[in-house]
């Protein structure tokens, strides 16, 4: 009911920067909380940042300060500025747009395919 695509992954050298984006289309009663995993080969998929209808931002120690989540609303979309990459970074960048269906219902998650973010030394 919600499909969620995403782009802007490819490869850069420590220090680069990356913008991703990703898009939620479909019907939804409403678009509640989305945010952006990622998972590296042989690891658990880990919350990279996530951003409340009201803007509320949350990041994992290790990208603070370097990575922005940001949304519009009016797009349905969410992206993920990436400053000062570094080789540890790299992983599939997944994300994920919790929604309702209706108006007290259970949030339901819809996940995108994945972008590949990689960091060269």
């Known amino acids: ?7 802007g992954g490819g490869l850069v ?3 680069g920067s990356l913008r991703l984006s990703c898009a939620a289309s479909g019907y939804a009663f409403s678009i509640n909380t989305m945010g952006w ?3 590296a080969p042989g690891k658990q998929r880990e919350l990279v940042a996530g951003i409340t209808n009201g ?3 949350a990041y994992a120690d290790s990208v603070k300060g370097r990575f922005t989540i940001s949304r519009d609303n ?11 990459l570094k080789p540890e970074d790299t992983a599939v960048y997944y994300c994920n747009v919790n929604y309702r269906t ?15 973010v990689t960091v060269s030394s």
């Open 74 to 84: 009016a797009k349905n979309m969410v992206y993920l500025q990436m400053n000062s």
């Open 37 to 39: 995993h990622r998972q």
């Open 1 to 7: 009911q919600v499909n969620v695509v995403e782009s």
């Open 13 to 15: 050298q420590a220090g």
């Open 55 to 57: 803007g509320s931002t």
């Open 102 to 116: 209706s108006l007290g219902s259970s949030s339901f998650g819809a996940w995108g395919q994945g972008t590949q």
